[in-house]
């Protein structure tokens, strides 16, 4: 079944290719990767090199390797999709009809669904935990208890986080509603400023620590991971956001703004904070600097806490609005055609409600490592159809003329995840290869192979 769509009820371009006359300002556009590039997980990684918690880690010029080998690799991907959406200026569940098929494409489109909610899930607890940590809880009210369900190691929700986490992740589907502009607002006004706290409160965590003499002194015993490994955090913690990065990117007015977006995020932002988290990890034992900001006077609690809010805001805007660009399609291919607005409501709710009960503390670490196992052969068919087979030329008239499955891209993909999977928890690759890159590289192999040898 083809979608049918009212362009005027689809100013976001849910269903159908942005026009050129609706580009947006390449400066704002860049911002938007500022705000979104600046999450949790950027410090979070720079925990788990550091070896956080008195895990494997590895030392400082392994995990500066790390950085750059995963970062350059997500630059790579995320341009390579970004100039297939700027040029074609459809949205992910639309330019992977082309390599999936019309139907085909809810495979790899229901995952990225999956995955964007519950990111939207994760990010709205980050926020309702940092502020449950600041006000702390007069209330002495436990809402949910982890504990309960077998996770005696979590700290019990209290009424503090519960609305905190309730209150924000409603504000955020608010923004996300409104679309793409909103994403523009928050992040233009937030994202110098998130920036700059960043390197100043990770110099003073330095500080703290020593100087950069205690800082190396204590990196001494850091060992255990190994390169590859480093490599698969790195990208396993943003692989998802490359591929969401699709939907942002088709409003671009050129390929210079998709460049200009991919090096604000992965060699600007995100290496920040990956080694502002490693400093903070090995300095003073806390990777996220929020949590030490609140130790230190209310001036920088409350600064602190502004901030993340903040950021995270501008990640979990665009975690919720590509979220309904999946969910749309989707149901839209079966006759079910909602509007994007109400796919906004819907997953913001179901996602306010996840997060305030405890998913981000209880699952957070698994849901990454689980990203950064399946997440990149979604990838493959896609960069292998657009580059290798169809050579940079889509005819947009054939949009909804697409076959419902291409078996190519369905198979690649299975098989790429797989593997992944395989490689992930059974059989390690030789040299501490990095498998999210290596099973990325063989879907897209495999695609051009079986594109010449199946018909569908």
Not at 379 to 403: F, R, S, W
Request: hydrophobic share 50%.
């Amino acid at each position: 079944m083809g979608i049918t769509q009212d362009v005027a009820n689809d100013s976001e371009r849910m269903l159908s290719p942005v026009p050129t006359s609706e580009r947006r300002p390449t400066f704002n556009q860049i911002m938007v990767w500022v705000g979104f590039g600046y999450v949790v997980t950027g410090l979070f990684v720079g925990g788990v090199l550091a070896g956080f918690g008195n895990k494997p880690g590895v030392s400082p010029s392994t995990a500066l390797w790390a950085i750059a080998i995963g970062m350059g690799s997500l630059s790579i991907i995320t341009a390579l999709l970004g100039i297939a959406a700027q040029k074609t200026g459809l949205s992910l569940a639309l330019i992977s009809r082309y390599s999936y098929g019309k139907k085909g494409a809810n495979l790899p489109i229901i995952i990225m669904a999956l995955l964007t909610l519950g990111w939207f899930a994760s990010i709205t607890g980050m926020v309702g935990q940092i502020w449950g940590s600041f006000i702390g809880s007069p209330s002495q009210i436990i809402v949910f208890d982890p504990a309960n369900i077998g996770y005696g190691g979590i700290a019990p929700i209290t009424l503090e986080v519960f609305l905190s986490c309730f209150i924000f992740g409603i504000i955020f589907t608010i923004t996300a509603y409104i679309g793409i502009k909103a994403l523009e607002a928050i992040a233009i006004p937030v994202g110098p400023i998130i920036l700059i706290i960043a390197i100043v409160v990770g110099y003073g965590m330095l500080e703290e620590g020593g100087g950069l003499g205690a800082f190396f002194e204590k990196t001494k015993d850091i060992k255990g991971l190994g390169l590859g490994s480093a490599i698969t955090v790195v990208v396993g913690s943003w692989i998802a956001g490359a591929v969401m990065g699709v939907d942002l990117f088709r409003f671009n007015k050129s390929v210079k703004a998709v460049i200009a977006g991919v090096l604000a995020c992965f060699i600007f932002t995100n290496p920040l904070l990956n080694i502002v988290g490693y400093i903070g990890a090995v300095s003073v034992g806390q990777f996220n600097y929020v949590e030490w900001m609140l130790t230190k006077s209310l001036l920088l609690a409350v600064v602190g806490v502004i901030a993340w809010t903040a950021s995270l805001w501008t990640t979990n805007n665009a975690e919720l609005y590509c979220n309904s660009l999946y969910t749309g399609p989707v149901l839209s291919s079966y006759g079910i055609n909602l509007s994007r607005k109400t796919l906004v409501l819907i997953a913001g709710v179901l996602g306010t409600i996840l997060g305030s009960l405890a998913f981000y503390q209880i699952f957070f670490a698994d849901f990454i490592t689980i990203l950064g196992t399946f997440a990149p052969p979604l990838a493959g068919p896609i960069i292998a159809d657009y580059y290798l087979v169809k050579k940079q030329n889509y005819d947009l008239e054939n949009l909804n003329k697409e076959p419902d499955y291409h078996m190519a891209g369905i198979l690649s993909f299975v098989i790429g995840a797989i593997l992944g999977f395989v490689f992930q928890y059974f059989l390690p690759l030789p040299f501490g290869l990095p498998s999210g890159l290596i099973e990325l590289i063989i879907t897209i192999e495999i695609y051009t192979i079986f594109k010449k040898n199946i018909k569908k």
